[in-house]
Every structure is written in structure tokens, then in C-alpha cells.
């Protein structure tokens, strides 16, 4: 079983930054993603990155202050996070599959999830 493992999830204030990170034990899909899910709201995608070509896409609502990286030689992808917002509050996962855009992915294209990390952004 693929294990994926989030950190760097915490509480700022609103116009602070946060970094998530998450590793993975093999790289060997066509995308990472974070994805975020706010207390009685659907999951939505954040960022995507293309794991051979490092081709990034975003929602709108993140466009402009929310950056995806990725580190092959370490199997981990990064979310940058800046001039956050109370809106941004969620669990964030880190997912690994064969979509092309998370914000579009459906669920038979997601191989694996993380198990999430709480972003918490007060005003």
C-alpha cells in the first residue's frame, strides 16, 4: 500500500504563509495534487502538477498566491501557500494519480491520498 504523508499544516493569521509538503515512497504517477476540504463543504482541488513535464495548474480562487513544486529526486511535491485567508481554512490532502487537473479530477483518477493536514487561518 502506497503511503502518502502531508506535514506542514498549522494556524496563521490572515495575510500569513504556509508550506505543505507531502513525500511519497515511489514517483511513478502522471500527477500530484493537493486538494482542500472545509467543514461542511465537498472537497475541491487546489494545484496540480505534472510529475514528468512540471506543468502547474490552479483553481482560481488560489491563482496568484498558492504555488505547487516538486522535488523528483525526493518524491515530494510542495504547496507554497502566501497571503493566506480565513476562506483558505480546510484540511488539505496531497493526492497522486492520472488526472490532468485536480480541480476537474474524478475519483477513478486518484490512486492515493494522504491523510490530510489542517490549515487554519483566523482574521
Known amino acids: 500500500q502506497v503511503r502518502l504523508v502531508e506535514s506542514g499544516g498549522g494556524s496563521v493569521q490572515a495575510g500569513g504563509s504556509l508550506r505543505l509538503s507531502c513525500s511519497a515512497p515511489v514517483y511513478s504517477w502522471r500527477s500530484m495534487g493537493w486538494f482542500r476540504q472545509a467543514p461542511g463543504k465537498e472537497r475541491e482541488g487546489v494545484a496540480t502538477i505534472a510529475t514528468i513535464s512540471d506543468s502547474t495548474l490552479y483553481a482560481d480562487s488560489v491563482k496568484g498566491r498558492f504555488t505547487i513544486s516538486q522535488d523528483n529526486a525526493k518524491n515530494t511535491v510542495y504547496l507554497q501557500m502566501n497571503n493566506l485567508k480565513p476562506e483558505d481554512t480546510a484540511m488539505y490532502y496531497c493526492?497522486?494519480?492520472?488526472?490532468?487537473?485536480?480541480?476537474?479530477?474524478?475519483?477513478?483518477?486518484?490512486?492515493?491520498w494522504g491523510q490530510g493536514t489542517q490549515v487554519t487561518v483566523s482574521s
Open positions: 493526492a497522486a494519480g492520472d488526472f490532468g487537473d485536480c480541480t476537474s479530477a474524478g475519483q477513478d483518477e486518484i490512486n492515493y
